[in-house]
């Protein structure tokens, strides 16, 4: 896959992951590496939180929800997304 205009963040996790990988002391990654995957996580919720809050309840809610902060998004959202796609 090549970098477009637009280049996904799983993309860019897999390029960091594997210069990670190829450092022979990558100390100094751990944190960086381990912010952007919950970076990259938090959007895939907030994404399939605004889709199904924007057809369930409709766009004030919905940019509601994807305003909190991901530990109330996880503890009092996560149970009302359907799991099954």
Excluded: W
């Amino acid at each position: 896959m090549k970098p477009g205009r637009f280049t996904p963040l799983g993309f860019v996790l897999d390029k960091f992951r594997e210069h990670y990988q190829s450092l022979e002391h990558p100390d100094t990654l751990v944190v960086p590496y381990i912010l952007t995957c919950a970076a990259y996580l938090e959007a895939k919720l907030n994404d399939s939180l605004f889709s199904y809050s924007i057809q369930k309840h409709g766009e004030d809610v919905a940019e509601a929800m994807i305003s909190l902060a991901l530990p109330k998004k996880l503890s009092v959202d996560f149970p009302h997304l359907p799991l099954a796609r």
